[in-house]
């Protein structure tokens, strides 16, 4: 109730408020293009009519500059109250989304942020474009890992790039790329932003997020850090059930496992400092990482019938996981005066995870009570070396030659020892469940992408990425294995683009990639729910690859493309029969192959008080094989729905509602049942725009529920998985600062090697 008053209080003072609001004036207008929703990784094109009316200022006389300068600044206050667009569809198929100024903006996480945005779905740990399949993410052009992207604070993003057909610069893992554009400081001096976000769950509790940015520069040298902390509680809640009808070997297993994760201490940090030599020639050195101390209580109730009659099983487990990860970056980065590129980067990055589970256990077996303790201690460490090296010659304005090339080398440790105790005091280590792991992966890269023309109206880019991997594992769960292999591919691509007419263009890609297992998912070692019911890595897994191809045309303002994708070895998941009759153990596998067709359609609308984007999409996805004894079923498509709209209200405040729709699927090996969300936000700023207070109400209905069933084995499993994603939110921001001229631009250098330390 009390948190119910404050809401109708802060919607009352938000809506009603009588502080007038003003933009914010600029000092210096030789430098336009700071408010130009054309910036592109520090590019500045200026387009506008104001700048060519600067440039001509110079040859006037001071009094009539200063009374031109007086104009410009009072009608960039009419630019800057005007409605950011949401929304651009590229010719080649790309979309770029504007996060700085839009309802994006408001989402406590990146994560959170990608759910939000057009073709992407973000659902148990994987981001995947509509069509494509899993993303890879990049951060200004550099690929960066799943935990270094889940720190990145949202006040630094100025926009997302999807790429869904990717070139040969970027990594071959991953089906599409997400590139993650930051906020480019072109002002000297200093500049900060103090974020303060409360999440209520009527599900999942209450999160409270505090995230600080802060910039300095002075003459070539530029500062940036930033800190972010989360607190509080979430909820996760997974019900399963797994049957086997034949008589003769009938069994049912229905299984809760309700995750209540309460949050220790889940932070972010990072600074970096960079030496600029000239406008382009710079030099930076970087440091992050994240603290995630997580505790709470996993629970976990199993009840078994089969011929035997019945049993029931209860497990808590009390968590206590702390990760630790650090990377180190130094990059150098050259640009000519005739537009060709250098970067050269190198990263350290550093994993390490200790756990120290309690587990306590009862069972009732035939109306006999049992109990006993258990102990899961693991230790693990990741290191991970990558250099790069990266060239763009621009041969003239449509003429451009990218070569580049690099080396990774990743090593993992973990031991996991698993104790048992009857009486909780005298604890004896279980072979069958502790193991050592070890693993050692270098891979060598380089890639090739020419891009030119073949007339006026059609543009090509030509690429070819060459890899080989070799690796080495070790394991000695379920007795002593060691791999030992090497491989090499390579993944040509195509782009055509033709620009038929001013409103008519389309495009044709051909994408192959290759999708390599995460090393978690490698590694054997036990994740105990109960006594029956276990997840293990898969050591034997193989690569994914895949062959894309795709067409698409740009009418006005429509946007529609069609696609096919073909997977080799896919990496799926199933639950599979264990050693004893009653256990299953959930494991990554690899299927035999894969189809998906898909057609999307994307229309977006920009007026002065109202931005909205819309996409409509639909998906035909097979997936064959022939070993672990799935059961077929028809194949069913699947319905794709989006629209993020922005409502300005008299300039005084804004109004937000985004929704999305996924129906139900079949795939050939299973089924996927439907789920949607509706989101409803307000937002408005105040004092000269350094102060903005936003509330949120997410997926008001409580309807983003990963659920669906497949038969492997002789078993049909049902699984219904509900997250958090019902919440209230409250938001602050301030920004704060009095800058002039800033020159640091951060650069990395992570690989795909890091994408899989998850």
Sequence with gaps: MRFLKLVILYVFFLIFSSIEIKAQRIKNVKDKSYYSDDVILGKKLLKSAQDTIIVKEK????????????????????????????????????????????VLATSSSVIELLGRVSNVVVADGEISVVGKGEAIIYLNGVLINYERFAAIPVSQIQKIEVISNPSARYDAEGKAVINIITKQNIESGMMGAVNQHVTV???????????????????KFSFVTNYGLQLGRNRELLYTTRTRPDPDDFMKSELTTDWK?????????????????SPNNYISLAYSGNVNDLGGITESRNSITNNSGKSFYATDVDRNDV?????????????????????????????????????????????????????NNVGSRINIIAVQADYSKKINEKTKLEIGAKFSHATINSGTDFLISDDEINFELDDELSSDFEYNEKITGAYLNYTGTLNEKVNFSLGVRGEKTSYDLFTDANGTQKFDKSYGNFFPNALLNFNLSEDWKGHFSYVSRITRPRYQALNPYVIYQDPFTTIEGNPNLLPEKTHAFEIGTMYKKFDFKVGYTYKIDPISAAALRGDTPNSYILRALNLEKGHTFFASLSRAFDIKWWNSVNTASITWQKSVDNFYAFAFSPVEPQIYLYTNNTFTILKLFKLQLLAW?????????GNENGRSTITLGIERNFFKDALKLNFTANDIFHKFMVSGDYNVGQTQIYYHRTYSTDYFKLIATYNFGDSKKTTYKKTEVEQSENSRAR
């Design 59 to 102: 040859e006037k006389e001071k009094e009539k500059e200063k009374e031109k300068e007086k104009e410009q600044n009072e009608l960039n206050e009419v630019v800057i109250k005007n409605q950011t667009s949401l929304l651009k569809y590229r010719s080649n198929g790309n979309i770029d989304v504007n996060v700085n100024g839009t």
């Design 201 to 219: 769950s009527k599900f999942g509790g209450t999160l409270y997020n505090t995230l600080l940015d802060f910039n300095y520069s002075k003459g």
């Design 261 to 277: 994760r309460r949050f220790n201490n889940f932070s972010n940090f990072g600074f970096g400092l960079q030496y600029t030599f």
């Design 323 to 375: 990760l630790l990860n650090q990377f180190i970056n130094l990059n150098y980065n050259l640009t000519t005066r005739k537009g060709s590129t250098l970067f050269i980067g190198s990263q350290f990055s550093n994993y390490n995870q200790t756990i120290r589970d309690f587990i306590d256990e009862n069972s009732e077996i035939e109306e006999t009570d049992a109990e006993r303790y258990l102990k």
């Design 661 to 669: 729709y996924l129906s139900d699927r079949s795939y050939g090996l």
